[in-house]
Each structure stands twice: as structure tokens, then as C-alpha cells.
């Protein structure tokens, strides 16, 4: 299958900075990325969709100005964690996919992204 | 919307047993169907989907059935080993979802050696 990748695999930041986690296709052109938030022991949770060269769509409860989206390429993807604070620790996953119209392709992860903030 | 449920969430089996996972889904118009492994610490995987107009696909050890009529499809993994020890996700894609998938809370399959 397709490989994606994120960066960095784990970030410990004190409360009230900003952290960046990219995520990147490797071998596809992705026009659909997707982040996910899980915590220990619980599914996936979806934070955003985001389409190359528009903005995210945020799901319901996730607020769009502390997890900033920027899908600039189609084969990348960033997340910035804006004035993180404790109860942002998680771990943040994001995955990508390829489609065209009328049809589907699948959805292939990233490794995630284990974020710690002190 | 839709709606996925999955069981166990939990699953012991002895080596070399057959392991099933199954979930039900709510939306009749849903169309794809993976299955995701998720180890400890790592992203999920994909490792085996089927969609809505196939009633079963195999993959060596790993089968997926599907029954359109009530709504539920199964993983089934034959000749368990330790290494198949993780968290097992299924997921439905429902039309005009902007393609985002509905995911079960998962199962827990331990492997014992």
C-alpha cells in the first residue's frame, strides 16, 4: 500500500506553545487528508478533512483556531497545535487518501504523532 | 448517520486458533468496508476491505464477509499468531460523507502463545 509519514513521532512542548506536525504522501498524490485524535484505549477520533489548496473542515467541537490546517501540496499536510495546553496531549494521526470523481480510494495512516505538553 | 458497532471488544485465542470481529452498520447506502490493525504506539494499517457489491474477499489468513441485507460484516482470521496481537478497527463509508470513514470502537485480539 501507499506510504505516509508524520513528523516528528513524538514532541514534548511546555504549556502554551505552538507545535507543527507535518504529514506527508510519499509515493501518491494525495487530494484528501485527514486528522485524526486518539486517546489511550479509544478509537479514532476525526478532527478535520482537508482538501488540497482549500481549507480544512472541522468536525463538530473541534475548534478551528487551536488546531490550524494548512494542506498546501498534495503531498503534504500540516497541524500546529496553537497555545497547547495539558489536555491537548494525545496522540494525533493523520492519514491520507487519493480519489477522483465517482470513486474511492483507500485511506492509508500515518505512524502518528504522540504529543506530551507539560 | 451512520453507525458502527463493533464486538467483541475484547478477544483471547490460543495460537493457531480462528479469531472473528464482527460489526453492524446502520446506513444501508454505506458502500466500503476496510479493516485496520493498529499495533501499540503506531497508526492503523490497512489489511484487508471489501466493498458493498462483493459478499467475501480472502487474503491468506484474512477473510472479510459482508451481508448487505442486515447490515453487518465480519473479519476472520484463520492460524492466529502472537504477532496478530493488536487493536482491530472496522470502519463504513457512507455516500456523500465527503468520503470520511465511521469507525468501530475496536477489538483487542491477544494472541496466546
Known amino acids: 500500500g501507499a506510504v505516509v509519514s508524520q513528523h516528528p513521532s513524538w514532541v514534548i512542548c511546555k504549556s502554551g506553545t505552538s507545535v507543527k506536525i507535518e504529514c506527508r504522501s510519499l509515493?501518491?498524490?494525495?487530494?484528501?487528508m485527514f486528522w485524526y485524535r486518539q486517546f489511550p484505549k479509544q478509537s479514532l477520533m476525526l478532527m478535520a478533512t482537508?482538501?488540497?489548496?482549500?481549507?480544512?473542515?472541522?468536525e463538530q467541537g473541534v475548534e478551528k483556531d487551536k488546531f490550524l490546517i494548512n494542506h498546501a501540496s498534495l503531498t503534504l499536510s500540516t497541524l500546529t497545535v496553537t497555545s497547547a495546553h495539558p489536555e491537548d496531549s494525545s496522540f494525533y494521526i493523520c492519514?491520507?487518501?487519493?480519489?477522483?470523481?465517482?470513486?474511492?480510494?483507500?485511506?492509508?495512516f500515518g505512524p502518528g504523532t504522540r504529543l506530551t505538553v507539560l | 448517520g451512520e453507525n458502527v458497532e463493533q464486538h467483541p471488544s475484547t478477544l483471547s485465542v490460543q495460537e493457531g486458533d480462528s479469531a472473528v470481529i464482527k460489526c453492524t452498520y446502520s446506513?444501508?447506502?454505506?458502500?466500503?468496508f476496510p479493516w485496520y490493525k493498529q499495533e501499540l504506539g503506531k497508526g492503523p494499517q490497512l489489511i484487508i476491505d471489501?466493498?458493498?457489491?462483493?459478499g467475501e474477499k480472502k487474503d491468506q489468513r484474512i477473510a472479510v464477509t459482508l451481508n448487505k441485507t442486515a447490515k453487518h460484516f465480519s473479519l476472520h482470521i484463520t492460524e492466529t499468531q502472537p504477532e496478530d496481537s493488536a487493536v482491530y478497527f472496522c470502519?463504513?463509508?457512507?455516500?456523500?460523507?465527503?468520503?470520511?470513514?465511521?469507525f468501530g470502537s475496536g477489538t483487542r485480539l491477544l494472541v496466546r502463545p
Open positions: 492519514s491520507a487518501s487519493q480519489r477522483w470523481e465517482g470513486s474511492y480510494n483507500e485511506q492509508f
Open positions: 509515493d501518491f498524490q494525495a487530494t484528501t
Open positions: 482537508s482538501n488540497e489548496g482549500s481549507k480544512a473542515t472541522y
Open positions: 446506513d444501508s447506502a454505506s458502500n466500503y
Open positions: 471489501i466493498r458493498s457489491n462483493v
Open positions: 470502519a463504513a463509508l457512507p455516500p456523500d460523507s465527503s468520503y470520511k470513514l465511521i
